[in-house]
């Protein structure tokens, strides 16, 4: 299968750790990325090759993997961090996958 | 740091075909390091990718697009062109524009992540 499957929503106190999960078949073989996405604006990379940080990111952002699922996490998290995150991964058949989507929500 | 800035018409008739122009600036699009990609986001949904292509010309394309879809580059012009034949109502997003890093391994070159997007240029698809 080429799906990548995110949960809808993701809810965490400010301050607090969350934790995005990403599954996919083929994930064990393929590096993933991730990206934030406020409401009216582009994705922003915010990690890349499972658990490489961009510059700028701030370090409470770490990536991780483990056998087909990949985890985003983002630690203290603060209100600002609320948004939309994609994961994406490149199959061999159906190219460009991306996640349906975590809505991430600080309260 | 490159930007990339989507432009074209904002409304199309269903059954005619949709063109956007990408322009790069700050990068060159014969840089041997990227492949340029366009992806789009259907209002309220998530993101879907398109296709991707290479200085060379060599494009990879969504398969549920395929048929339909044809994405070119203009080296001395430095942007990147995308046409969708035959639109629908469902045709209607936000599309993006997008650099793709490339991954070397053992001699063979694959895309990686979207490394820089431009801000997306609504299309709407409606008589």
């Known amino acids: 299968s080429s799906e990548l499957t995110q949960p809808p929503s993701v809810s965490v106190s400010p301050g607090q750790t969350a934790s995005i999960t990403c599954s996919g078949d083929y994930l064990g073989q393929k590096f993933a990325s991730w990206y934030q996405q406020k409401s009216g604006r582009p994705p922003v990379l915010v990690m890349y090759e499972d658990d490489q940080r961009p510059s700028g990111v701030p370090e409470r952002f770490s990536g991780s993997s483990s056998g087909d699922t990949v985890t985003l996490t983002i630690s203290g998290t603060q209100p600002l961090d609320e948004a939309d995150y994609y994961c994406?991964?490149?199959?061999?058949?159906?190219?460009?996958?991306f996640g349906g989507g975590t809505k991430l929500t600080v309260l | 740091q490159v930007q990339l800035q989507e432009s074209g018409p904002g409304l199309v008739k269903p059954s005619q075909t949709l063109s956007l122009t990408c322009s790069v600036s700050?990068?060159?699009?014969?840089?041997?390091?990227?492949?340029w990609s366009w992806i789009r986001q259907p209002p309220g949904k998530g993101l879907v990718w398109v296709g991707y292509i290479f200085h060379s010309g060599v494009a990879y394309y969504n398969p549920s697009l395929k048929s339909r879809v044809d994405i070119s580059v203009d080296t001395s012009k430095d942007h990147l062109s995308l046409r969708l034949s035959s639109v629908t109502a469902a045709d209607t997003a936000v599309y993006y524009c997008a650099r793709i890093t490339v991954l070397e391994s053992s001699g063979f070159f694959f895309p990686n992540y979207f490394e820089s997007w431009g801000q997306g240029t609504l299309v709407t698809v409606s008589s």
């Open positions: 700050g990068g060159s699009v014969s840089d041997n390091d990227y492949y």
């Open positions: 994406q991964a490149w199959d061999n058949i159906t190219g460009g996958v």
